[in-house]
């Protein structure tokens, strides 16, 4: 799914804890099948109580949900919450136009 977000757009993102980008880079591991991320039970449920938590605030604000992450990290955390939120815009610092006005408001952390 392709977002597009015009010149000068003010846009409210979420945007992972630095904890958080590194343990999904050092878990993920490449198979002949592609990249793999294995994370612990709670580790994942963690995650996904966060970010829905997250989802759910910035639809009652009226907002998109988008969150934005380390370029390496993206495609892998696309994949692990897609199960929870198929229609979040995940995107990498270097895919962000700089016209665009970004503010983070919230943090997506290990509980």
Not at 14 to 40: C, F, N, P, S, Y
Not at 42 to 48: E, G, K, T, V
Not at 52 to 61: F, N
Request: hydrophobic content about 45%.
């Amino acid at each position: 799914m392709e977002h597009r977000f015009l010149a000068g757009e003010d846009v409210s993102v979420m945007a992972l804890d630095a904890k958080l980008e590194q343990l999904i880079a050092e878990k993920t591991r490449r198979t002949e099948a592609g990249a793999v991320t294995v994370l612990e039970p709670a580790q994942l449920q963690s995650i996904f109580k966060s970010t829905k938590e997250i989802i759910d605030r910035m639809e009652m604000q009226g907002k998109r949900s988008v969150a934005l992450t380390a370029p390496v990290v993206r495609p892998r955390f696309k994949k692990l919450v897609e199960q929870i939120a198929p229609n979040l815009a995940v995107l990498s610092y270097a895919e962000v136009d700089q016209s665009l006005e970004l503010r983070i408001e919230n943090i997506v952390r290990l509980t």
